[in-house]
């Protein structure tokens, strides 16, 4: 896979760091001349000096080839046309960008971009649940925060010990998708049978969170 990283900063080398890694070739388009020097002794990229709201610097940078582009400037309308020249111009078939104004990110979504991420609206969610929900032990935010996959350690007291799933009231838009038993894996079915201590594993709307953590575990979520 072949991945364009428009932006400067740790972020975009560390990004283009770990992609290498994981044997995707990243290609860096960055503004500032002494950073793009700094990159090109650390990084087996190309690199490539210029602001990648240009066209002629995202041809250069062989943005035509590229399988994904990801604008991670400091500027929220630079990462926007970035994402809409590197679609209409050069055919990338995956934008995505950064969205620093979290109320800027349903704007991006509608004008197009593929994947908008508004780092402050999924770290806030982040850690007020981590704050505030003891049992959770692992939480991730997928679909640009819409939906959240979670991990959660159930009390030996828990009110829903000993019932069966199909008797646990879930609230709309949730699911059990998993049970995790004294190492075991469970898939679990209508009639499977919680039990304190388990580890539940959850998909949950962000609204009905809370909700089902309370419902499971009797701690306020």
Avoid at 7 to 17: E, N, P, W
Avoid at 112 to 137: C, D, P, Y
């Amino acid at each position: 896979m072949k991945i364009l990283l428009a932006g400067g900063g740790k972020l975009v080398y560390f990004l283009a760091r770990t992609f290498q890694a994981k044997g995707y070739a990243a290609i860096i388009v960055n503004p500032d001349l002494e950073e793009c020097q700094w990159l090109a002794k650390r990084l087996k990229s190309l690199i490539v000096h210029g602001d990648a709201s240009d066209p002629r610097i995202l041809e250069e940078a062989q943005a035509e080839t590229m399988d994904v582009s990801l604008a991670a400037t400091a500027r929220d309308e630079v990462n926007l046309a970035i994402c809409q020249i590197a679609e209409s111009l050069f055919g990338v078939p995956r934008t995505m960008a950064l969205v620093h104004d979290p109320e800027q990110e349903e704007v991006f979504i509608k004008l197009g971009v593929k994947g908008a991420f508004s780092i402050t609206h999924i770290l806030s969610g982040l850690i007020e649940r981590r704050v505030e929900t003891e049992g959770v032990v692992n939480l991730v935010p997928l679909g640009e925060g819409k939906i959240n996959l979670t991990e959660i350690a159930l009390p030996l007291s828990a009110p829903v010990a000993g019932k069966a799933l199909r008797d646990v009231d879930m609230p709309p838009d949730s699911l059990v998708t998993c049970i995790i038993r004294q190492g075991h894996t469970i898939i679990p079915r209508g009639d499977t049978e919680i039990h304190g201590g388990d580890r539940l594993v959850t998909l949950t709307a962000p609204e009905n969170h809370a909700k089902v953590i309370r419902l499971l575990t009797g701690e306020r979520g």
